[in-house]
């Protein structure tokens, strides 16, 4: 098992390698000049030409990503970020923890309320609670978080005065923007819930488990929901992924400076290196989401633990 | 469903509030706020402001990026201010005076300059500031500064490349006012503490989130030789960086700010007929404008078609479709406000919409039909004005098709006349003359292809450096430069925008103080 965890830890770094390349190229190609933009429009042609020498941004492209790479990986300098000059990784150090805790919030949201609600609607199939849990999470992938995260600002802020409207600080600030952007989470975990139960539950073992006279709660939490599990886990990963790297909507609705924010306004000013490093960073948290996943494979599924000790074991006894 | 009719419920408004009066204000500079008890000086324990812009690091070396933050002259001062009448005026700075015509000035500063530490500022420490700002290269300002050195322990001299009005003052009011020694002993330069000669020290700092200030008991300045829109009358102020619009005015309801600043008048006026808060209308120091690409082998290098096409643009509908009416119609390219603007032109024809008109011109022209690209940014209110104007066109038979693009490509490509026909731009002046800006836009040397339209036009030139020297910047040569811009229609003026500064009566203002943009400058207000 610790091996698997160490080859899958050594895969990351032909992984960060492929996207620091696929993100300077596609940044050095897009159209726009950081040069204009930091200097703004009383620049001279002579301001403009200096500027551009001083990013490096006269050099070939082969240059420029050969210099990238060696002060990333081979130096460990990050540098600063050309239009605010300040240092990038003070910038992901304070920014990061807020996205990472409202990705997470929005996690914890996404799957706990959805996974029960597919329950339901699995164990009462065809019956008003399966329909009434489809038509919620038909309504929440159908929602715009912007739209719903104006609506509870109105009611929870306005109207009842109960949450921030805005802002960073305690847990109370993310609950409006976690619960606004985890709709849809909570409809996908809802439908992933109940079709993998749906299979499971019309298993032989289920059926000889309730034979048995185990609890209908048993025969559900501790014996279907279980063997359920493996692509509602899958499913979380990508989700984990999608929402860390999608919060910037939410971020500039709630005013919270987070990843998001930096980047997207990194992006608008061509500002590679804060887009270069953020991606890089958010490339390596997914990528431990992901090993994080296959973890939980084993953890959840005996089999599957058995399959990554199992080559193993299987050399050994010829 | 449920939250929607939830939220639908009791969203009543208060009785009618007539607006303060804010036209007279932005003249007069000040104006005493309805409904307070008598006027004093005696300041609010605390006020919180709700700003759309942000910094993300403290740093006194800094690009034009963020650069007209509210909270930037809080932060640190500067060797010279702006008045509510566009005049500059001293801060740090005791006088300057050129004795060669604007190319060399003499600088003297104030000989009791402490910061909060309390160190003496002297002419070495500007000279050094100057210096460093140089090398970082991030304001263009600063590389027009040939040298600098100090002339005494109060007096510096700076020689400036070349001599342009407004330029020493662009520099005075970009120049921060530090201690050379609390910089360079700083563990993050500034990054996110700061030690400056402002009335006000910082106290705390989110970046990206909120900044805050206390006011100094040491302040260096004596009462009567500050400007009045740099007094402190606020003990504690807290600036909360609000980038989305409707939650600022969300804010202001809940009183989670008691004053938002620059709030776009989409969101803001629905306050205006709620007695619980106050409008200050100011306006940006840009407006809207259209110019034409310099390129020869354009459609748009026939005068008659350019003429055609500023006939057919009615600047008000502009104003009451993009800009929600909150805007006052432009009379030359550059904004009113800029020094050297000469108000006699609001009274004249400036081609004032007129359909059969443009349809003469259009006539005269010999325009075929051709498609007409128009460049804008992607922003959501250039589109808007890019949408009306191909509306206004297309009524008169010009074909005319829209280029949007996100800033960064809008602003590499503004530049090449060779990409579009007619860009829309928003262009105003960090120095606050006319000169300035006309050298950005209208000088055929400023860029490799031309212009900034690609544009070769010596009259144009020949016109422009006219007025770039102090001597040179009399009405008869802005005048000329005016008639020119204006009878070749190289570039039109359509709308300057209004911005809101609204703030809850709870407070107490007594006072409202305004900058030259007619904006209230919040630190100076009185209160009760």
New interface residues.
Partial sequence: MARYVVKRLLWLIPVILGVTVLVFTLMSF?????A????????????LD??RT?LGLNQPYLIRLGSFIDQIFIKHQMGN?W?????IA??IR??MPRTFMLTIVMMIFSFGIGIPLGVMAATHQNKWQDSVSMIFALIGISIPSFW?A??????F???L?WL?????GGIQYYIMPALAGSTGGIASAARQTRSSMLDVIRADYITTARSKGVPERQVIMRHALKNALIPIITMAGTHFGKTLGGTMVLE????I?GMG??IISAV???DYPVVQIGAIYMAILFSLCMLGVDLLYAAVDPRIKAQYAGRKRAKKNG | MA??L??A??SGTGSTQAKAGSTAAAKAGSTAASGGSSAGTSGKKELKVGIGI????L?P???????DAEFAHVLYESLAVQDSTSKFVPCVAKSWNSADGGTTYDVEIYDYVKDSQGNSIKASDIVWFIQEAQK??????F?QVASVEAAGDYKFTVKMKKSMVGSIENLLVDTFVISKSAYEASSDKF?SNVVSTSPYLMKQF?????ISFEKRSDYWQKPELTAPTSKANVDKITY?????A??MG??L??G?IDIARRIDPNTGKQFEKNDKYKIVMGHEPHGYQLFFSGDPSKAVNSLELRQAICYCIDSQGVIDGALAGYGTVMHDVCAEGLVGYDEAWNSEDYYNYNVEKAKELIAKSGYKGEKLSLLSTSSTTFQRVAQIMQGYMQAVGINCTLDI?????Y???R?DGKQYDIVINH?GS?SGYLA?TWS?RFDSH???TGDATSRHDDKMDELLYKTWTLNGYTKDNINEVHKYLKDNAIAYGMAQPQVMDIYNSKIGMTKEVLNERGQLEITACEFQ
């Fill in positions: 897009c159209p726009g000049d950081p204009q933009i930091i200097l703004g429009s009383t620049a001279t042609q002579e301001m200096a500027k001083e970020s239009s605010t000059g300040m240092s003070a910038s304070e920014r719903l104006m609506l509870l600002v109105i009611l802020s306005i109207k005065g921030p409207a805005l802002g960073i500039t609705i709630f005013a400076p924010s930096l608008n000013n061509r | 939250l929607t939830l939220t419920c009791g942000g910094w993300d690091t740093t070396f800094r690009g034009n990026i963020g650069n970082a290269a991030q304001k263009p300002i590389s990054a989110v970046s990206g989130s909120s909360k960086i609000i980038t989305e409707s939650q969300i804010s309801e809940t989670d693009r996100d800033n960064a490509d602003t590499a490509s530049l262009v960090t300035a950005i400023a860029y490799n």
